[in-house]
């Protein structure tokens, strides 16, 4: 029992630290205030605000609910030990592996400490040349990175989506929320690669296609970017999707050009366009701040257009199927011959390996 206590024991003085990196008692301090803030009589008056702050306030709890857990578990199994009843050592021993597995996760996530790493994430997936390959490939990826979401607890909501002639999509743009996001999906940025052989033609051959995927932080808060209302154009038309009795009747779609960069964000969801709107600017101002982090530019001012046939052939990983299977980061250098499992959402390997890089 004594070993016990001493694993126990340095698994506190690890806890410390670990929290006082992440400053816990400061994140405890806030997410106490908000929660003071959200009783007031008058907090729904203004709905837009109240809506932010309750964002806020269920992301940071989620921030801080892991570490309260693994906290009250270390403290009760500690004072169990100290009991000195050897009659439940053997759920002793089992608490306390887990704890340590548990803290060590945690510990994992305090490198992503970026300015947005616990932003929700806003992925756009675009199929790039290959035909109908490249819209089905980009389909498969929209599945890997859903039963990825799945498989942690996080929420998946298409924003906006096209769908290919024959078969996949043209693009597609969806929001990940939960806790580091953005951070761990961050990684994900830049051209995605398959080789296989083609469901798609007769002659079933070899077949290499691109996807292009793109990760912003949601920047859902008009006051985090200040955009002049002057480089913007602002178009409405009729939605061209399927959809409810509104749809294709009224000039609801919305499209928005940022003219200083040519970032062209367009909504035609079945949604009134104020929120079309609402959605077409979040997505700008979340691309405008991705644009920022990739070319370190201090102010919006500052920014170049992005280059699409740069982009392009940034190149960051391959998915082989045909004549053997791998998929290969190119920045990590993060293999794996289980392709399959990593189309089927297993991607932490490689989110682990970036962070590493």
Do not use: C
């Amino acid at each position: 029992m004594d070993e016990l206590i001493k694993r126990l024991e340095q698994l506190r003085r690890d806890f410390d630290v670990s929290a006082a990196i992440l400053k816990l008692d400061a994140l405890e301090k806030e997410l106490a205030a908000l929660n003071e803030a959200m009783l007031a009589p008058d907090f729904w008056n203004d709905s837009q605000a109240a809506q932010v702050t309750a964002k806020q306030q269920a992301a940071l709890e989620a921030r801080v609910a892991p570490w309260h857990d693994v906290r009250s578990r270390l403290h009760d199994t500690l004072e169990l030990a100290r009991m000195n009843d050897t009659s439940v050592q053997t759920d002793i021993e089992r608490d306390t592996a887990a704890l340590e597995e548990a803290l060590e996760k945690l510990k994992r996530d305090l490198r992503y400490s970026g300015p947005y790493d616990q932003s929700a994430a806003i992925i756009s997936i675009h199929a790039g040349a290959g035909g109908t390959d490249a819209q089905d490939w980009a389909q498969m990826l929209l599945r890997m990175y859903v039963r990825w979401a799945e498989r942690g607890g996080y929420k998946v909501d298409t924003l906006e989506q096209s769908d290919g002639e024959e078969a996949g999509l043209k693009s597609v743009t969806f929001e990940v929320t939960g806790p580091l996001a953005y951070g761990k999906l961050k990684g994900e940025h830049g051209v995605h690669r398959l080789v296989r052989l083609s469901p798609f033609n007769a002659d079933n051959l070899r077949q290499t296609s691109f996807a292009k995927v793109e990760v912003m932080p949601e920047i859902d808060t008009p006051d985090a970017v200040e955009i002049d209302e002057k480089d913007l154009k602002i178009d409405v038309y009729r939605s061209g999707g399927h959809g409810g009795q509104s749809v294709n009747t009224t000039d609801s779609a919305v499209r928005i050009t940022h003219l200083p960069t040519g970032l062209t964000v367009a909504i035609q969801n079945e949604r009134s366009q104020l929120q079309n709107r609402e959605t077409a600017m979040t997505i700008l101002r979340s691309r405008l701040v991705q644009l920022q982090l990739e070319q370190h530019a201090e102010k919006l001012a500052d920014l170049k257009g992005p280059n699409e046939q740069a982009a392009w052939g940034n190149q960051i990983r391959s998915y082989v199927l045909h004549p053997y299977t791998m998929v290969k980061d190119l920045r990590s250098r993060v293999e794996t011959s289980d392709a399959q499992g990593v189309l089927d959402g297993n991607l932490d390997e490689f989110i682990d390996g970036y962070v590493e890089a």
